[in-house]
């Protein structure tokens, strides 16, 4: 596609995550852009939650984020910071609960963010829904989740794709959360895989 690309490994939980913007501005000198899309996600109620857990989830899905924006900021004149969340962000499930507070904490985090590196630095996020679910999903699991969901169907990458684009070219757009969920956040809950009758 005439475009260069590379891959510069960084352990999100335990690593220089600092060192990381510089390493892909010294690269990639007009470096503008920073999505925050890694993740770790696992299941466990409060109860449940061991403090490793606890402490893994919120290493990759907001202490991460966090240090990378600040180090951003700092390294980069004008740009834009686009964080992936979870539509899960629009419920209370329990059984998330560690994951779901980190996604909610990136959520709070975008709108701090966007305030404080006003104007030259836009952060927004993308809240997607089923796209990409777990290849150990059932058809009938699936199914379940697609008779949830508004507009009864999955999405496609291209959309997300489309919601990315969107927040890269409105440029006056800051601070916002777009859900790309086929309506499924307006629901009070939310199906998922831990309030899943059948076999998973």
Not at 19 to 41: D, G, H, Q, T
Not at 63 to 78: K, V, Y
Not at 170 to 192: C, I, M, P, Y
Request: aromatic share 8%.
């Amino acid at each position: 596609m005439g475009r260069g690309c590379e891959c510069l490994p960084c352990d999100f939980h335990l690593g220089d995550v600092e060192a990381l913007i510089p390493r892909a501005k010294a690269r990639f000198p007009k470096l503008c852009v920073l999505v925050n899309s890694a993740s770790a996600y696992a299941a466990a109620a409060i109860a449940e939650t061991p403090r490793s857990l606890l402490e893994e989830q919120f290493a990759v899905n907001l202490f991460a984020p966090f240090r990378l924006t600040r180090s951003f900021a700092s390294e980069i004149g004008e740009g834009d910071i686009v964080n992936i969340l979870d539509n899960k962000i629009a419920f209370n499930q329990p059984a998330y609960a560690a994951y779901l507070l980190a996604k909610k904490s990136l959520g709070e985090l975008t709108r701090m963010a966007a305030l404080e590196f006003a104007p030259r630095i836009r952060v927004n996020a993308i809240a997607p829904g089923v796209v990409l679910p777990a290849s150990v999903r059932s058809d009938d699991y699936l199914a379940w989740r697609h008779g949830g969901i508004p507009l009864a169907r999955q999405g496609e990458l291209d959309e997300l794709g489309q919601a990315l684009d969107y927040l890269l070219k409105n440029r006056f757009v800051a601070g916002q959360t777009l859900f790309v969920d086929g309506g499924e956040s307006l629901k009070r809950e939310g199906r998922h895989s831990e309030n899943y009758p059948g076999d998973r």
